[in-house]
Each structure stands twice: as C-alpha cells, then as structure tokens.
C-alpha cells in the first residue's frame, strides 16, 4: 500500500462544474496535509494547505481533511480550462513533520 | 519577494561524470528539501536541512548522492559517476520552518546518456 494514494485519472469535468479530487493516506499520525498544482514541464505550486479536520476555503477552491477516514479532498468550483494540471496531495509523516510524501498525482482535464 | 531559484535549469551529463545542482531558497527559509521527480510520478524525497545541518538523508538513493547546505543559505546537490536511471527532474523546496508550507524552484532536468 502506498502511503499516499491518488486516482491518477484523467479526471474530465466540463467547464463551470466542480472538480473533486481525492486523496486517502496511511499514516495516522500525520498532521500536515497540502495541495499542490503541477503543470507538464513545470514545479509542483501549493494551492492549498489544511492542518485539522473539516473545511477549509480559499477562492474558488476547498479543501477537505477527515483525519478519521484518513482522507483528503479538494474542491474546484466553478472549473476553468486553466485548471486543468496534475493535482498532487501531499502528506506529512507523523514521526517527521518534516518529511513530505506526495502522491502520484491525478490528471486533470477541464473541458470547453 | 524572490522565490526558490535553482541552476542549471537543464544539464546533460555523460555517464561516469560528476554534477552539481544549486538550489537557493527563498531568504528567511529555514528548511530546505531536495526532491527527484520521474516522468508521471509524484516528487520523491531525498533530503532535509534546517539551516546547516542535514537532519534526514534517508531519500538519497545511494552513496553517489551527497548534499550539503555549508551556511545554511544555498545548497548543492551533487551526484557522482552519474547512471541513466540518475535521469530526473531534482526539485528544490523551501519552507519557513518543518511542517510547514513548502515552496518549489523551477527544478532541474538531468539527463545523462
């Protein structure tokens, strides 16, 4: 089992919906969680970070931790062309806050 | 303010040669990560300063990799006698302090042949 695991996709969404991406982890003690943007030839940008359960807002994304479930989401309202990208979770291991294990990202395609 | 640098951006090294990577994290960033991303794959960790000291190496893939942060400021990431399966993107991140938000260079594309 991986310790962080993503659909890898492609997700397609049609432009104006909302995209939902999942991620679930295996560490129960991890504190840290993060949502990273990765456009083809480019470096992982953070869009999000979440640090305890529920909900947590910033524009048009929303980003969801359920610590019991071991489970993280992200939310994009009102999709864009140019937010289609690879989206990367990201986990902190509980016995290092330092060290981060990113999944292997999901796909995603927003379509006109 | 200025963000993550890191050069080369590209290089392609023979097989047996020796390189250096440069990461420069963005000023007042205490932690600094370096990363190797294959094609598909998520960044995988290889290695973590705070300031000068080298708190975790468990990511380097073997002896070959070395890192080192001298001044607690730029950090080199050397490899030597470079393999083909050396070939990767090497990300550099930056945080205020562990736990925290990390901030990603542009990354530099290795490909040894």
């Known amino acids: 089992q991986k310790e962080v695991e993503q659909n890898s996709g492609p997700l397609s969404v049609p432009e104006g919906a909302i995209a939902s991406l999942n991620c679930t982890y295996s560490?129960?003690?991890?504190?840290?969680f993060f949502w990273y943007r990765q456009y083809s030839g480019k470096s992982p940008e953070l869009i999000m970070s979440?640090?305890?359960?529920g909900d947590k807002e910033d524009g048009r994304f929303t980003a969801q931790l359920n610590k019991a479930s071991q489970y993280v989401s992200l939310l994009i309202r009102d999709s864009q062309p140019s937010d289609s990208a690879t989206y990367l979770c990201?986990?902190?291991?509980?016995?290092?806050?330092?060290?981060?294990?990113f999944g292997s990202g999901t796909r995603l395609s927003i379509r006109p | 303010g200025a963000g993550v640098s890191q050069s080369p951006r590209y290089k392609v090294a023979k097989r047996g040669q020796d390189v250096a990577l440069r990461c420069d994290p963005i000023?007042?960033?205490?932690?600094l990560f370096w990363y190797q991303q294959a094609l598909g794959q998520g960044p995988e960790f290889l290695t973590y300063?705070?300031?000068?000291?080298?708190?975790?190496k468990s990511g380097l893939p073997s002896d070959r990799f070395f890192a080192e942060r001298p001044e607690g400021s730029v950090s080199t990431l050397k490899i030597q006698r470079t393999q083909q399966e050396d070939s990767a993107v090497y990300l550099c991140?930056?945080?205020?302090?562990?736990?925290?938000?990390?901030?990603f260079g542009p990354g530099t594309r290795l490909t040894v042949t």
């Open positions: 000023s007042g960033h205490v932690s």
């Open positions: 991140a930056s945080s205020f302090r562990q736990g925290y938000e990390q901030y």
């Open positions: 300063f705070q300031n000068e000291a080298q708190l975790d």
């Open positions: 990201a986990v902190n291991r509980g016995s290092s806050a330092s060290k981060i294990i």
């Open positions: 979440i640090y305890s359960n």
């Open positions: 560490d129960r003690g991890s504190q840290s």
